[in-house]
């Protein structure tokens, strides 16, 4: 999940890259070896899993990990924290350079094409053709988030979304309507400007400013709602060198102009987070991962879509991931067939609502059980139909790069520092940078 700490992770990414080529150049196993099926009948398999969560999420993992070692008695799977997942690259960078990697490790979604170059990690392109994955029953992002060069290198193991949590309670003090589906970045400013109260230490929005990945996963909404993209068609270049990229961040520096942004310079948001908990901030752009954190602080909250340019309503998700990894013909098969079980509607809806993530697929979303949940939790529902129109970021090496360019870009004109003209030329000619390296 892209979570503020899973965010804040990508920075280190491109200092790990480089250490990826020692393992290889990125075939992977296809076909047989990863055909979803049993181990070979009679002989009992041991898998490694490093599921990378903290101690209530898993708690959630170990027992599913129980139900399917009761109910598969030819695989085994051994459960084990590997690494908290803000580390789990680095940890499995290192494990493969040294031989000893786990059979299956929780990676977060941007980091898969770097992992996807060692030949020891599986290529599941033919695997979830097989029956029994109902590939398209994924949520579209959750699928391209795992598919590198038209090839499936991982299964998608978290999903999210971003939306607009606003405090019902401001907005009503502020005289302001509660905003509504289809409202625009102008209507979001204005809002802003409306609900900051320097007096009362009230300010109207928030954003992390300290050019991280958590500053630019913000921004991409504005940019594809404005008509551009990460990429340009080709992939040789940015797509949001033109009037996409200098819409976004003029939006960004009239928020700063008028003083109605807290700019959060600790990594993580931690701050900004707390700002809104406590009453004194009026909207925050975030994800469901949010929400227990919320309800425990007794907002009367709200939760709707993202503004857009006067077009179609767009978001972001951040999924992540399981890899799967070649110990052996033997191995890689029970991995693969814990992995599709794992992801199967029971299952996802256990962990969608215990370890609080949204469900992976329609027909998860669909279950009673789910059903029921999002109806005791406001606005959760909101962010899974927000996954419809979802964007996930491009499954390229150098993304980080990129990335850390315009983080710096966005960064500047939020402080006042540049202006949105000079912040564009920086992120562009960084982000074409960091692609010419791939």
């Known amino acids: 999940m892209t979570t503020k700490k899973a965010l804040a992770a990508l920075a280190a990414v491109a200092a790990i890259t480089g250490g990826l080529a020692a393992c290889g150049g990125g075939g992977g196993k296809t076909g047989s070896t990863a055909s979803g099926t049993d181990a070979d009948s009679g002989k009992r398999v ?52 040294g031989g000893k990697y786990p059979d299956m490790a929780y990676i977060f ?3 898969v094409p770097n992992l996807a170059r060692s030949p020891k990690a599986l290529d599941l ?122 819409r976004a961040l003029s939006t960004a520096q009239q928020l700063g102009r008028d003083k109605s942004v807290y700019l959060d310079k600790t990594t993580g948001s931690e701050q900004m987070y707390r700002v809104f908990n406590n009453g004194r901030m009026g909207m925050v752009p975030t994800g469901p991962w949010e929400l227990p954190d919320i309800v425990d602080a ?53 962990w969608d609502i215990d370890a609080g993530s949204l469900p992976l697929r329609r027909s998860s979303a669909d279950q009673a059980v789910w059903k029921r949940h999002a109806a005791q939790v406001d606005g959760v529902q909101d962010f899974v139909d927000a996954l419809g129109d979802a ?10 790069k990129l990335s850390e360019a315009f983080g710096q870009a966005i960064t500047g004109v939020l402080l006042g520092q540049k202006s949105p003209q000079d912040g564009l030329k920086q992120a562009v000619d ?9």
Do not use: C
Request: overall charge neutral; glycine content about 10%; proline content about 6%.
């Open 46 to 97: 041991t898998i490694t899993v490093w599921h990378g969560q903290n101690q209530s999420a898993e708690k959630v993992f170990n027992r599913l990990v129980d139900r399917f070692n009761a109910t598969h008695p030819n695989i085994h799977v051994d459960s084990q924290v590997g690494s908290l997942a803000d580390s789990m690259l680095q940890k499995v960078t290192a494990a493969l350079a």
């Open 109 to 111: 979604g941007p980091n």
């Open 125 to 246: 392109t033919d695997a979830v053709k097989q029956p029994g994955w109902n590939w398209n029953d994924f949520f579209p992002a959750a699928r391209t988030a795992v598919t590198v060069d038209g090839r499936v290198r991982a299964v998608p193991a978290v999903i999210d979304s971003m939306a607009v949590v606003y405090n019902k309670r401001l907005f009503q003090q502020a005289g302001i309507p509660a905003p509504k589906a289809g409202w625009t970045w102008d209507d979001y400013v204005a809002t802003a400007k409306k609900l900051t109260n320097a007096g009362k230490g009230v300010f109207g929005t928030g954003w992390p400013a300290t050019g991280d990945e958590d500053t630019v996963w913000r921004i991409w909404p504005m940019v594809w709602g404005a008509g551009g993209d990460v990429l340009a068609p080709g992939g040789t270049s940015v797509g949001y060198a033109g009037q996409s990229g200098l």
């Open 298 to 350: 007794k907002v009367d909250y709200g939760v709707v879509p993202m503004p857009t340019y006067g077009g179609k309503a767009v978001t972001i998700s951040g999924p992540d991931t399981w890899m799967l990894f070649d110990n052996g013909d033997a191995r890689a098969k029970a991995a693969t067939t814990f992995a599709q079980w794992l992801s199967q509607p029971a299952q996802d809806a256990v």
């Open 391 to 400: 964007r996930v970021r491009p499954s390229i090496q150098n993304y980080p």
């Open 430 to 438: 960084g982000g074409n940078k960091a692609l010419q390296d791939q």
